[in-house]
């Protein structure tokens, strides 16, 4: 069990890494967030970060500025959640509806009660409304749990403390259980949505803990996905890191251990990877628990620190076969792995929180390969403003869910956003995008579509109108608004 965070900052603790990488920027968020503890942050579809005030009811946006910068951006309190749920560590994620289900928490309440409650919500950003969500039958906990959105755009979630998943009707919000044949229970793992629609995790519940899964949407059952080779669970606490799925289909599996694996979704092989580095004073740098991030260039941010739950954080990229020491945040010396939150924003960049009131983005030096950005081939013009219209195309869902964590912190973004520029001003909104075809990642030539509303309030006359998908865009196209 992960305890609260406490923030105290610490030496300087520098990487003793493979290279070391200069040209990444750190910046904070120039608005103090008016949050006291910035935890988990979701992508709304219109563009806003959603982010919740840990161990609080109160829930933020933070909406980009008129040319698309979320480092100068503008707070604005929504709805809060019930009086009686304010969790920490729990399920969530962005429907293809465009609402977001909350699920679970491994602590609720304004003291942070560790309970491993089954409560429940779902947001509706179009209302500013929240409803309750009851837990499948039979389930008294939810806890610190895994979820994940299968390809088909359905919502599926782990109880944290058996081996029971369910998946969600998000229309009449009842439950139908599934993930027959899993190996072990479902405490501290994670799920990796693969491009076959099929979901990844490694066993982190049994006496050494090399045996991975994979569940078949198909079937609802899991089945072995073969031995990681190298040891990625820390047997005292049962911590992993975060896995990331990159564009050539490997996932990179971090570990609590310092050791990481590959797993090749094209062959279903695992491979060693490069340990994470030791720090200066000779500790063994890990993530049990904590923050991943694809880069729209394929390499993967990663937040580590020495041991479990120990300060010392330290940030560095794999790029494939090594890890490369980059910029540190200046509460990172101060902060375990688990203290981070990491979220796709689609300038690119990646939103970094703590639980501090220091909000930071990270702006990659790499560029995306043409061949991941999505590509419209069919949408309408003139645009009419308040008013919905359909597109399609291809890649629309990215090559990645995205960002990830080690289990208790989902903050997938492999949908569409749709951004529209003012040609005389220049001036950037985002249309609210909703009705996703599919849920899927590296979707290749399949042909998606996605329905959106034009802002009431968007600037007319000739615009151009891009998709953008975990910070990768397509390119334009002239559209005209009325």
Not at 73 to 81: K, Y
Not at 339 to 365: A, C, H, K, N
Request: with cysteine; net charge negative; charged share 10%.
């Amino acid at each position: 069990m992960k305890s609260l965070r406490a923030v105290s900052l610490l030496c300087v603790v520098l990487a003793g890494a493979v290279g070391v990488a200069s040209a990444q920027t750190w910046t904070p968020v120039t608005a103090t967030p008016p949050l006291a503890s910035p935890g988990t942050a979701l992508l709304l579809t219109d563009g806003r970060v959603f982010m919740q005030d840990s161990c609080g009811t109160d829930w933020w946006t933070l909406t980009p500025d008129q040319t698309g910068s979320y480092i100068n951006g503008t707070w604005a309190e929504v709805a809060s959640t019930p009086s009686d749920y304010s969790p920490l560590y729990f399920a969530s994620a962005v429907l293809p509806s465009d609402e977001v289900v909350v699920m679970g928490g491994e602590y609720n309440g304004a003291n942070c009660n560790a309970v491993w409650t089954n409560l429940g919500v779902i947001y509706n950003p179009v209302t500013n409304k929240w409803k309750n969500l009851k837990p499948p039958s039979g389930w008294s906990n939810v806890g610190d749990a895994q979820s994940v959105v299968l390809a088909d755009g359905t919502f599926m979630v782990a109880d944290c403390c058996t081996t029971q998943e369910a998946l969600l009707n998000a229309t009449k919000l009842t439950w139908t259980s599934t993930g027959t044949g899993k190996n072990d229970i479902n405490d501290e793992e994670g799920w990796t949505l693969l491009p076959s629609g099929e979901v990844l995790t490694v066993d982190a519940n049994c006496g050494s803990c090399l045996n991975s899964e994979i569940y078949n949407p198909a079937t609802g059952s899991w089945s072995s996905a073969g031995s990681t080779i190298v040891e990625l669970v820390d047997l005292s606490s049962h911590e992993l890191g975060p896995a990331v799925l990159r564009p050539d289909g490997t996932v990179i599996y971090m570990g609590a251990t310092g050791h990481n694996a590959v797993y090749d979704s094209n062959t279903g092989v695992w491979s060693a990877a490069a340990d994470f580095p030791k720090n200066t004073q000779g500790q063994q740098l890990d993530i049990a628990d904590g923050p991943a991030a694809l880069l729209p260039d394929g390499n993967v941010l990663a937040f580590t620190s020495p041991g479990v739950y120990n300060t010392g954080g330290q940030f560095f990229e794999w790029n494939g076969s090594s890890w490369i020491s980059v910029p540190n945040v200046p509460n990172g010396p101060g902060d375990s792995s688990y203290y981070g939150r990491m979220l796709e924003l689609p300038t690119g960049q990646i939103l970094f929180t703590d639980g501090s009131s220091d909000v930071e983005i990270y702006t990659p030096s790499g560029s995306a390969n043409s061949a991941w950005a999505p590509v419209i081939t069919s949408y309408k013009s003139p645009l009419t403003h308040g008013k919905t219209s359909t597109l399609k195309g291809t890649q629309l869902n990215g090559m990645s869910q995205g960002a990830a964590y080690g289990d208790d912190a989902q903050m997938a973004s492999n949908y569409p956003l749709i951004q529209i520029t003012n040609t005389a001003s220049g001036h950037v909104v985002y249309a609210r995008t909703y009705d996703f075809s599919s849920m899927g990642v590296a979707t290749g030539s399949t042909v998606v579509s996605v329905k959106f509303e034009v802002p009431a309030t968007i600037e007319t006359g000739a615009s151009t109108l891009l998709v953008v998908t975990n910070g990768i865009a397509s390119t334009p196209v002239n559209v005209t608004i009325k």
